[in-house]
């Protein structure tokens, strides 16, 4: 090929400036721009013709790449964000999606084999053996019976654990409040037996009388202790006895009251809801 030949189909392919992938219906016709970078495309024929000129050796300027023209949207994308981001050639960063032939090879396969159910058995298998728990007590809770002697420092010397982890384990957020309760309750590591004595007979009925007094006087609002002690002791302990005592003296109460005193009386009977 002479020189006046190549220079003549040089003039031939600059003179077209349509580029090779259809434009889009809103797109110029005679120059396009980047979606990504919106520069200025150089029309198909130029950068042909560079790559004609690389090929036979003549000097020219740096290579021209390739611009790209979205099959989705019509959409192009220059040559130098196609070298940025080679994904642009092979994928539409506007439509998120690939080009069909790259859809098609994506594709997954379908397949009808299924595999086949685990045969039945008419055993069940074993059930796995059970672990016992690491933090979890083998043996029963262990209680400690509160003597007014004692004080936190020397039941967690007794029982060889720390002081802050028997508070912790009874909720015991101040160690004046211990002798409020009966008894203390000896967490793990601990699983030997009590170390207290037990309550005696004595003990334990003083204790049981003290509860039968305190929930006599939350059903009878009566404030005096001594008094529902009284009705108690009377009552031989029976506190379904006491309550009908306790009853029969309001109502007595209250006939007096409305004789001597009717507007006083009216404010303390019951309202009938």
């Known amino acids: 090929m002479t020189a006046m030949d190549e220079k003549e189909e040089l003039e031939a392919t600059s003179t077209s400036s349509t580029p090779s992938a259809s434009l889009p219906s809103y797109a110029s016709s005679a120059q396009l721009y980047c979606a990504i970078c919106t520069n200025e495309i150089l029309p198909a024929a130029v950068v042909v013709a560079e790559e004609k ?60 084999f299924r595999p086949l159910p685990p045969p039945y058995t008419s055993d069940p298998p074993p059930p796995p053996p059970s672990y016992p728990s690491g933090s979890s007590s083998s043996g029963a809770v262990v209680h400690h019976y509160i003597r007014p002697t004692d004080s936190l420092l020397s039941i967690s010397v007794l029982y060889n654990l720390p002081a802050q982890t028997l508070r912790l384990h009874n909720r015991l957020y101040s160690d004046h409040l211990l002798h409020a309760r009966r008894t203390l309750e000896i967490p793990h590591p601990y699983s030997g037996p009590s170390l207290s004595h037990l309550p005696t007979e004595e003990e334990a009925v003083e204790e049981a009388r003290k509860s039968a007094v305190k929930r ?49 009386a009216s404010s303390r009977l019951p309202r009938s809801h």
Do not use: I
């Open 216 to 264: 006599f006087q939350v059903r009878t609002k009566c404030t005096d202790w001594e008094a529902a002690e009284v009705y108690l002791k009377e009552a031989e302990w029976d506190e379904a006895v006491a309550l009908r005592r306790w009853e029969a003296d309001e109502r007595a109460v209250l006939a007096t009251l409305a004789f001597a005193h009717p507007t006083l």
């Open 53 to 112: 000129k690389q090929q036979l050796g003549e000097e020219a300027g740096e290579v021209l790449p390739r611009s790209t023209m979205q099959e989705c949207c019509g959409r192009a994308v220059c040559g130098d964000c196609v070298d940025a981001n080679p994904r642009f050639a092979a994928y539409c960063p506007f439509c998120q999606s690939l080009p069909s032939k790259a859809r098609v090879e994506a594709a997954p396969t379908t397949t009808t």
